[in-house]
């Protein structure tokens, strides 16, 4: 069993910017990818950002240029820093985690789609943490 928990979210401002953290525990010898997603209220989850493999990164055209991932291996933590908040990014934001390659592909197409997961959808997720940004 891996366990994931976020943190890093909170309240601020349109303009400003947050890292959110988040860090793996328990079986992590088999993850192959972790991504980041985010439900707003009333709405679908959404891919945001993943990283396949430790190399490959992906982002939803929605935070393209503004969020960026930066994983540390020592520290088994996925770093999401987000710039340039809008009121649109508000949801929570959860981590996921796969251990296999078709669930890894899948994580990636959902996030350069921006498309939609279950909670189902892979295997390993986080409790979330929650960002609202104000105009």
């Known amino acids: 069993q891996e366990q994931l928990l976020e943190s890093g979210g909170g309240l601020v401002q349109s303009g400003e910017s947050l890292t959110l953290s988040c860090t793996a525990s328990?079986?992590?010898?088999?993850?192959?990818?972790m991504g980041w997603f985010r439900q707003a209220p009333g709405k679908e989850r959404e891919g945001v950002a993943s990283?396949?493999?430790?190399?490959?990164?992906s982002y939803a055209d929605s935070v393209k240029g503004r969020f960026s991932l930066s994983p540390d291996s020592a520290k088994n933590t996925l770093y999401l820093r987000m710039n340039s908040l809008t009121p649109e990014d508000t949801a929570t934001y959860y981590c996921?985690?796969?251990?296999?390659?078709?669930?890894?592909?899948?994580?990636?197409?959902?996030?350069?789609?921006?498309?939609?997961?279950?909670?189902?959808?892979?295997?390993?997720w986080g409790q979330g943490t929650p960002v609202t940004v104000s105009s």
């Open positions: 328990g079986s992590t010898s088999n993850t192959y990818c």
């Open positions: 990283i396949v493999g430790g190399g490959t990164i």
């Open positions: 996921a985690a796969e251990s296999t390659y078709p669930k890894c592909v899948r994580m990636q197409t959902t996030v350069i789609l921006g498309a939609s997961a279950s909670a189902s959808e892979f295997m390993y």
